[in-house]
């Protein structure tokens, strides 16, 4: 039956019948060969992908640039898993499907299957075009990842059936954008652009957000029941509702037509599963464990160090067994007010349970205090067993003993590990679990330190506890007298049960300084770390490169036999020139001498010990001294000190590539089977590009620049030499030049560069990416893949690497007819285009205004998007020539406006839909790539190829170098940067495996973040700090994270005591946000 017929609009899919037939079996390796023979050519495989895209999206109603983008990331993804497979098409495709539906299948047989009985069958391609062409239309509903499964097998039914074309954008228009209408609608009011309801103040506690709305699709029942049909005639608000499910029963491939006529007003509203007041009741329910152990030493030290005759000592020892119940009625309640979601009958044993169980043991202690006062005495019972009498008298020994029984049980239960599903919904995400003795080691020593901090401090409350009791024994016995007495112990007691509750971070920090200093040892080249410190140890460089890092083979290196006496013995033995073959000669020549370029390249070395440290030829290299530079040269192994850069910061970078070939493990890879990378910067307002106007005034340099030139002298002094012999002329011409504008209109372009380099700007971050990345890669790809040609080396590298900018602004100040119109940004713009074009797009978004409203765009530009029409090239001078926009390569129209959060989840969750890379690096505008770093790229790719449990690791995480070590404040931040990231990560990866995600540099695995909703969460207030919510979803999904030290970037923080101040204050505001969330409970 037609789904016009049922109800009685018109339906994004005209045709319906019978569901398909299945095809008979047939020999799976003959097919699979064909297959494989049919897409041997990536033209073929191409041409493939782009036919599934357009018959999906005529079918389904997509957006023709949503169909070629995504072709394009399809076709991508194919080319990152076919490079692991052995050039197998049909393996890779099978496996990308695998990485990429993993959760849509386990929610599809526990959701969808429950809902409609339809059954599961393969067909890779088209199942992965299908959920990316929904997922890439979604805009903001991306965070909700359940709710696109559900899209997706009610598309995938209703495409198998279909045959007949629809219009295009009838899917965001139709289905996405009333959905979306109801999210916005919940926490803003209409206007141009909406505004949040409740001004700077949060959200109320009953308010939806994304992660309410995605677990309504956890449950097949509760999903049956929520989705209703539009009510359109005269009795809508009387008769009840029809629902979908009900109407579609036995028809799965009409459900997706009726989706346009969903009543989501209805059905999302008051769908409200895990409520976040902003009290302290979610941190004493999500933590109640803790609270619990902490109350529960802290009393019992106390009751062991303190007695007093006067008040009994039985009913104070057995008050300890009160500590579990009282917690487990906070828990209880607690839970059962922050859960409306919960069911009925749950909620009824729940309350049964704290009743008729964790409540026993007030009752036996009330027993006991009434036997011991003499309040009640219980009498003796008679039993009859087996024809005799036995006379039960219970003894308070006896009375003790239940009660110690019943506290105990209630404690084990208490801390024993709960149900992750409470809530008994079908499809629920499961927590990994995987501890190791390791784990339970470590917090064994932390718990015996803490408790020896504890004791030392509840042994100084006794002894005022007992001066307390002195002083009131004296007064008569009275209630005022005790009164008075409680009143003293409470503020004796108050503060010493804070510093119990603070002892466990002391006494954690203190075990994690330990163990991630030996676990660094150890990783980091064991006792070889304190020699390469000083540059001692460089010697070991050239072939650890060759082995290490560009993976060459031994190939034919001479014979011991044929070394001279004195190359086979003493420091003679470390001469690697004749040790390594030919092949690896050349190759770390070459990768040295590039190295040592790009220092020079960033004003880190001056001409001179650019010359001193670059290798003229490998055939040079081979007779040793002095064609060797003296760093590596074996003979000044005790003398490198002198040899090393004057510069500190190429020092540290020459020194810590040398530290990097030295940690263990390190894995085998090259460019060619790595998988694709998408580096991903997100931009608002930070500086592009310093312009003349920035770095000069009227009255010559201005502050900033004089700034720059005496903190920065020496580097100074190396860019006054590049740039003049680079012109012709020679430094005292430029010295003159200095300070007056009209000398400096030469050096514009260099001198902005030069200083945009030295602050946290996005030039900074897009230049160190894309050329360290691009030219590590490269030149890898050069020793590596001897066979391929220059053009070939670049097509291989754009096919695994690309860099996205989520320039938010964008649009905003690249329209010449907009009042924020800013001819300096577009031309930073630009120049970054003109730059690093062969790697570099942008991703911004854009608005338009129609008859029926405002509508929203994702757009995608790259340095191949000619100009708009009427648009003059942008030119970075003090001339008045203007600039303008450049024509979109994709526009995606969103359901609507897409900044509902705190803007940076919402920027990137709009650029991530242009990214191709299999693999994403998120990467903040205010830090830097190094060459020397980028070596390892391959390297830490290839951890996402290690498994647990089956699954690959969703995280990986690095270490940063925090360049802006500034002043005072500048420097503690950096300490601290260093700190967290070696030590407190180290130990967090192992042995705690409870490492999340904490910002950037990381890598993520995109197929996982895909299916838990995006890299970060974005409802305003509540993900404040966006970024460690990844890491949480992921490990509640039961991913897992690693942490590696070999490969590193740059980092800038904040140097001024407002903007430290400001940061501090915004990770505690997260903090205390994250603890009212569902993810802590």
């Not at 198998?160 to 139709?174: D, H, I, K, P």
């Amino acid at each position: 039956m037609p789904w016009s017929s049922i109800a009685g609009a018109t339906p994004l899919n005209a045709a319906r019948g019978s569901p398909p037939n299945v095809s008979p079996p047939r020999d799976a390796a003959a097919l699979e060969a064909r297959e494989a023979a049919a897409l041997a050519t990536r033209e073929a495989r191409r041409e493939r992908v782009e036919q599934v895209c357009r018959e999906l999206g005529a079918a389904l109603g997509f957006q023709s640039d949503s169909i070629r983008n995504q072709a394009e990331h399809v076709e991508a993804l194919w080319e990152s898993f076919l490079a692991r497979h052995g050039g197998n098409p049909v393996s890779a495709l099978r496996d990308l499907a695998a990485q990429l539906l993993r959760t849509q299948r386990d929610w599809f047989e526990k959701v969808w299957q429950p809902l409609t009985s339809e059954v599961w069958q393969d067909a890779p391609l088209k199942d992965v075009c299908l959920y990316l062409l929904i997922w890439g239309e979604l805009g903001n509903l991306r965070f909700c990842p359940e709710f696109a499964c559900y899209l997706f097998a009610a598309a995938r039914s209703s495409s198998r059936q279909n045959r007949t074309e629809v219009g295009g954008n009838l899917f965001v228009r139709r289905v996405v954008r009333p959905v979306f209408e109801v999210v916005l609608s919940e926490t803003f009011t209409p206007g141009d652009p909406p505004k949040f309801k409740y001004g700077k103040a949060p959200a109320p506690a009953n308010a939806c957000n994304y992660d309410d709305w995605n677990e309504l699709f956890w449950d097949p029942l509760r999903l049956k029941r929520c989705l209703v049909m539009k009510d359109r005639g005269a009795n809508a608000y009387i008769s009840r509702p029809k629902r979908l499910h009900d109407i579609c029963q036995g028809r799965p491939w009409d459900i997706w037509g009726g989706l346009g006529e969903v009543d989501w007003e209805r059905t999302l509203r008051n769908r409200k599963s895990h409520r976040e007041p902003h009290t302290i009741l979610p941190l004493l329910v999500g933590c109640y464990r803790i609270f619990l152990l902490h109350t529960f030493c802290f009393v019992t030290l106390l009751l062991a160090w303190y007695s007093d005759p006067t008040y009994g000592e039985w009913p104070q020892r057995c008050a300890l067994g009160l500590v579990a119940p009282c917690w487990m009625w906070i828990y209880s309640v607690g839970f059962q007010a922050l859960t409306p979601a919960l069911a009925w009958r749950n909620r009824f044993k729940k309350l049964l349970k704290l009743v008729f169980l964790d409540s026993l043991p007030f009752a036996s202690y009330a027993l006991v205090l009434s036997t011991y006062y003499g309040w009640y005495e219980l009498p003796s019972v008679d039993i009859i067993i087996l024809g005799d009498t036995w006379t039960l008298n219970p003894s308070f020994e006896c009375q003790l003993v239940l009660h110690f029984f019943l506290s105990t049980m209630v404690l084990l239960l208490a801390l024993a590990p709960r149900a992750q599903n409470l809530y008994r919904w079908k499809f629920f995400p499961s927590l990994s679990e995987c501890r190791s003795p390791a784990t339970a080691a470590f917090w064994l020593c932390t718990v015996a330190l803490k408790i020896g901090i504890d004791v030392f401090g509840v042994k100084h409350l006794d002894q005022a506890l007992g001066n307390a009791a002195a002083l009131h024994a004296g007064r008569g016995a009275s209630w005022t007298r005790f009164s008075l007495f409680a009143v003293h112990s409470f503020l004796l007691v108050a503060p010493a049960a804070l510093v119990c509750f603070a002892s466990l971070p002391l006494a954690s920090n203190v075990v994690v300084s330990f163990v991630g200093a030996a676990r660094g040892i150890r990783v980091l080249g064991g006792w070889k770390l304190f020699w390469y410190r000083r540059g001692i140890g460089l010697t070991r460089t050239p072939p650890s490169t060759c082995e290490r890092v560009l993976q060459l083979p031994r190939g034919e290196r001479p014979a011991r036999e044929t070394l001279p006496a004195e190359g086979r013995r003493g420091l003679g033995a470390m001469q690697w020139w004749s040790r390594m073959s030919d092949r690896e000669l050349k190759a770390f020549v070459s990768i040295w001498n590039v190295m040592i370029y790009e220092l020079r390249e960033k004003d880190l070395l001056s001409d001179q010990e650019m010359q001193q440290l670059t290798i003229e030829s490998a055939e040079a290299a081979r007779r040793g001294p002095p064609n060797v530079p003296r760093l590596l040269d074996p003979m000044n192994v005790f003398r490198l000190t002198s040899v090393l850069p004057q510069n500190k910061e190429a020092r540290r970078r020459v020194v810590t590539f040398a530290r990097s070939l030295q940690m263990q493990p390190l894995p085998a890879a090259t460019v060619r089977t790595m998988p694709g990378l998408t580096v991903l910067i997100p931009h608002y307002s930070e500086t592009i590009l310093f312009s003349m106007n920035e770095l000069f005034t009227n009255m010559g340099s201005a502050e900033l620049l004089r700034y720059l030139v005496s903190y920065y002298c020496d580097e100074f002094s190396n860019f006054k030499e590049r740039v003049c012999d680079a012109m012709g002329m020679n430094e005292d011409q430029d010295e003159e030049a200095l300070g007056r504008f009209d000398g400096f209109q030469k050096f514009e372009d260099p001198l902005c560069k030069w200083a945009s380099l030295r602050m946290q700007t996005l030039w900074r971050t897009v230049e160190g990416v894309c050329r360290a990345y691009a030219r590590a890669l490269l030149n890898l790809s050069e020793q590596q893949d001897q066979a391929l040609s220059r053009t070939e080396r670049e097509a291989l590298v754009s096919s695994k690497f690309q860099v996205v900018v989520a320039m938010q602004r964008y649009a905003l100040f690249a329209d010449p007819t907009k009042s924020t119109y800013d001819i300096a940004q577009i031309a930073a713009v630009e120049a970054m285009l003109q730059a690093f074009g062969q790697w570099l797009s942008i991703a911004y978004i854009d608005e338009e205004q129609t008859p029926e409203g405002k509508r929203y765009y994702s757009c995608l530009i790259d340095a191949s998007c000619p100009m708009r029409p009427g648009a003059m090239t942008p030119h970075r001078s003090w001339g008045q020539q203007g600039g303008g926009m450049r024509v979109p390569k994709f526009s995606i129209e969103l359901p609507g406006y897409p900044i509902l959060g705190h803007g940076k989840s919402d920027n990137q969750n709009c650029a991530v839909v242009f990214t191709r890379g299999e693999i994403l690096q998120m990467i903040d505008a205010n830090q830097e790539a190094y060459f020397e770093s980028a070596l390892f790229l391959p390297l830490a790719l290839k951890e996402f190829e290690s498994t647990r449990g089956g699954r690959r690791p969703g995280i990986l995480g690095f270490r940063e170098h925090i360049f802006s070590a500034v002043g005072s404040l500048g420097r503690l931040a950096a300490d601290s940067e260093f700190a967290f990231g070696t030590l407190i990560q180290r130990t967090m990866d192992w042995p705690l495996d409870a490492r999340l995600h904490y910002g950037h540099p990381d890598m993520m695995d995109k197929l996982q973040m895909l299916q838990q909703g995006g890299v970060s969460k974005a409802t305003r207030g509540l993900n404040l700090s966006e970024d460690v919510f990844a890491g949480m979803d992921l490990t509640l999904r039961g991913g897992w994270t690693a942490y590696r030290e070999y490969f590193h970037v740059g980092k800038g923080r904040d140097m001024g005591f407002m903007s430290v101040l400001s940061f501090f204050g915004k990770v505690s505001m997260g903090n205390g946000e994250q603890a009212l969330t569902r993810q802590w409970m």
